[in-house]
């Protein structure tokens, strides 16, 4: 069934509270892939634990201690379900995508020798960089990265180029954050164990707008942030195959996630998943992140995806009829254009936007290496979600026909 945005906005405060305007225009928020807004659900979901059932998790022989046990445990099943795991204790909670990246990297150190190989690609985010580069200089291993073809995009044919017996690790992003492309992670995922590589699924910008399912896909870990998915900020997942848990080190050590340990260092770490969550959880969050997973599989991704590709066509027809702009990801697959404006810095553009309510971003958007390969420093991204109306692609094209003009941004 075809999803109506309009009716959604009514779930969410950020458009029912404001009557859909912010400093008296119309809201057109076009950041989702920075973040998505929160229906009441998830805001009631995390309210439910600080109103009703705040204790400390995993430790208090208490009965209100044990319903926020419960509830914790209950969050971790929901987000189980969501991804499809086999068993809920193949799901870490993390503060966020960053956070699993670093915990995933850093967990992996211990397999990695000189001269091995983590295979990455150019399109990636920060995120999913840097804490390669650091286990890369600790371990000596060394990256390498998957070409990218003219369109931008990670073609399975390159993909294999860049496959060698050396390769340990891949690591990419089923969704790209600047241009949208998604990759056929079942097929990467074969390939990758094929030379014996476990396969780890930056899913920062899928989980939001496609189905994961990480028994099909086979993925080794998968890693993603609440936020972006109408969850809270603060809260995220890290899914690992259970056998792939069980090789990996904890990158934080604190209370609840040991067994045991002595003055002379001596140390037992506790079970998966609760070694790899030291110190106190964030339950609110994790009991917010469950809201969003049971919201978005209510909607069903078949009509989150096709109301995307609606919303984005509509986007790249307006963008080509006023004739200024340079669009970088005309095939994308998801709901992420990504343009200049023709002789207009990205910048200046946004600010532009942001003068006529219309919020975009703007820039290298994390993705540092990109910039090479499209040829200009920065880009305008606009990012499209389940509450954005067609009357939002259209306010955008409007302001964008006369962007030009930018310099009223700054002097209206
Ligand atoms: C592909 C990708 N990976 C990782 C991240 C980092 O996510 P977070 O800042 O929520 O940790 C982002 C955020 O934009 C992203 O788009």
């Given at each position: 069934m075809r999803l109506d945005p309009y009716l959604l906005r009514k779930d969410f405060p950020m458009y029912s509270k404001h009557d859909s305007s912010f400093e008296g225009k119309p809201l057109v928020y076009l950041d989702n892939c920075a973040t998505s807004f929160k229906p009441q659900c998830v805001i009631d979901a995390c309210n439910h634990y600080y109103e009703d059932i705040t204790a400390n998790?995993?430790?208090?022989?208490?009965?209100?201690?044990?319903?926020?046990?419960k509830a914790y445990d209950e969050a971790r099943a929901t987000v189980a379900k969501f991804l499809n795991a086999k068993d809920s204790k193949e799901i870490v909670f993390t503060s966020g995508d960053t956070f699993g990246m670093n915990m995933a990297a850093y967990g992996l150190l211990p397999l990695l020798k000189e001269g091995d190989e983590i295979l990455l690609s150019p399109s990636e985010h920060a995120s999913n960089v840097l804490p390669w580069f650091e286990v890369a200089k600790l371990?000596?291993?060394?990256?390498?990265?998957v070409e990218l073809d003219e369109e931008n995009r990670i073609t399975l044919e390159n993909y294999q180029k860049a496959l060698t017996s050396k390769t340990k690790i891949v690591s990419l992003a089923s969704v790209g954050n600047v241009l949208g492309y998604a990759i056929d992670v079942k097929k990467f995922v074969s390939l990758a164990h094929e030379v014996g590589a476990l396969y780890i699924d930056d899913a920062a910008q899928s989980v939001a707008h496609k189905k994961s399912d990480v028994q099909d896909s086979d993925v080794d870990i998968l890693v993603f942030s609440g936020h972006k998915m109408l969850g809270p900020t603060g809260i995220g997942t890290l899914y690992g195959k259970m056998s792939v848990l069980e090789k990996m080190k904890p990158l934080f050590y604190g209370g609840e996630m040991n067994a045991r340990f002595k003055r002379d260092g001596y140390l037992t770490l506790d079970d998966i998943p609760e070694r790899f969550e030291a110190g106190t959880?964030?339950?609110a969050g994790a009991l917010g992140l469950a809201k969003a997973c049971e919201y978005l599989s209510s909607i069903g991704f078949d009509a989150i995806e096709e109301h995307e590709a609606m919303l984005r066509k509509r986007a790249i027809e307006g963008l080509k009829k006023n004739g200024n702009a340079i669009i970088y990801n005309e095939n994308s697959d998801t709901g992420i254009v990504t343009f200049n404006i023709k002789d207009v810095f990205a910048q200046d553009v946004a600010t532009y936007l942001s003068s006529k309510g219309v919020f975009v971003r703007s820039g290298q958007h994390c993705a540092k290496i990109l910039p090479e390969y499209l040829k200009t420093q920065g880009t305008v991204r606009a990012?499209?979600?389940?509450?954005?109306?067609?009357?939002?692609?259209?306010?955008?094209?409007?302001?964008?026909?006369?962007?030009?003009?930018?310099?009223d941004a700054f002097f209206s």
């Amino acid at each position: 069934m075809r999803l109506d945005p309009y009716l959604l906005r009514k779930d969410f405060p950020m458009y029912s509270k404001h009557d859909s305007s912010f400093e008296g225009k119309p809201l057109v928020y076009l950041d989702n892939c920075a973040t998505s807004f929160k229906p009441q659900c998830v805001i009631d979901a995390c309210n439910h634990y600080y109103e009703d059932i705040t204790a400390n998790t995993r430790r208090g022989d208490y009965s209100l201690a044990h319903q926020a046990d419960k509830a914790y445990d209950e969050a971790r099943a929901t987000v189980a379900k969501f991804l499809n795991a086999k068993d809920s204790k193949e799901i870490v909670f993390t503060s966020g995508d960053t956070f699993g990246m670093n915990m995933a990297a850093y967990g992996l150190l211990p397999l990695l020798k000189e001269g091995d190989e983590i295979l990455l690609s150019p399109s990636e985010h920060a995120s999913n960089v840097l804490p390669w580069f650091e286990v890369a200089k600790l371990s000596k291993a060394k990256i390498t990265y998957v070409e990218l073809d003219e369109e931008n995009r990670i073609t399975l044919e390159n993909y294999q180029k860049a496959l060698t017996s050396k390769t340990k690790i891949v690591s990419l992003a089923s969704v790209g954050n600047v241009l949208g492309y998604a990759i056929d992670v079942k097929k990467f995922v074969s390939l990758a164990h094929e030379v014996g590589a476990l396969y780890i699924d930056d899913a920062a910008q899928s989980v939001a707008h496609k189905k994961s399912d990480v028994q099909d896909s086979d993925v080794d870990i998968l890693v993603f942030s609440g936020h972006k998915m109408l969850g809270p900020t603060g809260i995220g997942t890290l899914y690992g195959k259970m056998s792939v848990l069980e090789k990996m080190k904890p990158l934080f050590y604190g209370g609840e996630m040991n067994a045991r340990f002595k003055r002379d260092g001596y140390l037992t770490l506790d079970d998966i998943p609760e070694r790899f969550e030291a110190g106190t959880q964030n339950v609110a969050g994790a009991l917010g992140l469950a809201k969003a997973c049971e919201y978005l599989s209510s909607i069903g991704f078949d009509a989150i995806e096709e109301h995307e590709a609606m919303l984005r066509k509509r986007a790249i027809e307006g963008l080509k009829k006023n004739g200024n702009a340079i669009i970088y990801n005309e095939n994308s697959d998801t709901g992420i254009v990504t343009f200049n404006i023709k002789d207009v810095f990205a910048q200046d553009v946004a600010t532009y936007l942001s003068s006529k309510g219309v919020f975009v971003r703007s820039g290298q958007h994390c993705a540092k290496i990109l910039p090479e390969y499209l040829k200009t420093q920065g880009t305008v991204r606009a990012s499209f979600y389940i509450y954005n109306t067609i009357e939002d692609v259209d306010t955008f094209i409007a302001a964008c026909a006369t962007a030009e003009d930018f310099l009223d941004a700054f002097f209206s």
